[in-house]
């Protein structure tokens, strides 16, 4: 019998942000999620304007006034400083956050990095927003302070990203990561399990090519429906049967165990607040969903990477 593999730093059967954060800083360190007034190319004077499907109006962020972000990240990191915590990272999360010229994203990420207490960035932004010339900006940036960029592969099946209206290939994606990665810019893969018409097996599959990627850190959540989002509608239609609180506990677990050991797990459920969340109601409690998961890790006797195999060299 394999003997269960417990992180040592947190107790848990995978490696979770706050854990490498303490870590890295040697202490507490809170990220921060901000809206700094972005846009995103689906949305905008593109042929597939209106969104990814699963998005909602405010661009899966924070929801505040963007005039006010610099406001915001200074009071909340002076909390953090005042109860003890090492400092935060500035989360530039609404939206694609590269989705602007260069010397405006240099003037963004810079103003954020000048608040006492701001010790790094993260940036979530889409794979099609990320060029040259800014992955180079994000490579100085990254060599001058800790910073990590967060892209929303979702599935590897084209035909789903189509039919959600991510506007582009699954390509891009391994793309964008293999130029990040070329930088030594951490990379952070979201997935989403559950999508419309999408069996465990094609789960798997991304899970699989996620893997492969290997990426410094990776996100999970079940699909969920939010207010104003496209998927709203198919929801009240009918036309999305969304996963039970076991069945996404179980695909999570395999999920956990297919990472490699070192991937820095950010997340393995989402979370919207009560008013904005339509369903499913288990992902109000996100506790609850991450204890399921670590329960039924416990009795796989399972944990972090042990299914995960090494392909490369």
Wanted: glycine share 8%; net charge positive; proline share 3%.
């Amino acid at each position: 019998m394999i003997e269960l593999k417990v992180n040592e730093k947190n107790g848990l059967p995978y490696y979770n942000l706050s854990s490498f954060l303490k870590e890295h800083f040697g202490g507490k360190v809170r990220k921060i999620s901000i809206d700094a007034g972005f846009s995103c190319p689906n949305r905008k004077g593109k042929e597939r304007e209106g969104g990814c499907f699963w998005c909602d109006p405010k661009g899966s962020g924070s929801g505040n006034d963007p005039k006010l972000w610099r406001q915001k990240l200074e009071e909340e990191t002076k909390r953090l400083l005042q109860k003890g915590f090492k400092g935060s990272i500035a989360y530039f999360q609404s939206f694609s956050n590269t989705y602007r010229e260069v010397k405006e994203l240099n003037e963004f990420y810079r103003a954020a990095l000048e608040i006492n207490g701001v010790l790094g960035l993260a940036i979530g932004t889409r794979a099609d927003c990320l060029n040259d010339e800014n992955i180079e900006l994000l490579s100085h940036l990254s060599k001058e302070k800790f910073l990590w960029v967060e892209i929303g592969m979702q599935t590897k099946n084209d035909k789903t990203l189509e039919l959600c209206n991510r506007g582009y290939s699954h390509s891009i994606t391994v793309e964008a990561v293999y130029k990040l990665k070329g930088k030594n810019i951490k990379t952070v893969l979201h997935l989403i399990a559950g999508l419309p018409g999408e069996t465990e097996e094609i789960i798997f599959e991304s899970f699989e090519e996620c893997s492969k990627l290997m990426p410094w850190g990776v996100k999970l959540h079940p699909l969920h429906i939010v207010k104003g989002s496209f998927f709203e509608k198919w929801f009240y239609d009918g036309k999305i049967k969304l996963l039970e609180l076991n069945q996404y506990a179980n695909i999570a677990a395999t999920f956990i165990e297919m990472m490699p050991p070192e991937t820095v797990i950010h997340r393995i459920t989402g979370e919207r607040e009560e008013g904005i969340l339509i369903a499913p109601k288990w992902c109000l409690d996100k506790n609850n969903v991450r204890n399921e998961i670590v329960k039924i890790l416990k009795e796989r006797n399972s944990f972090q990477g042990k299914l995960f195999k090494q392909r490369y060299g």
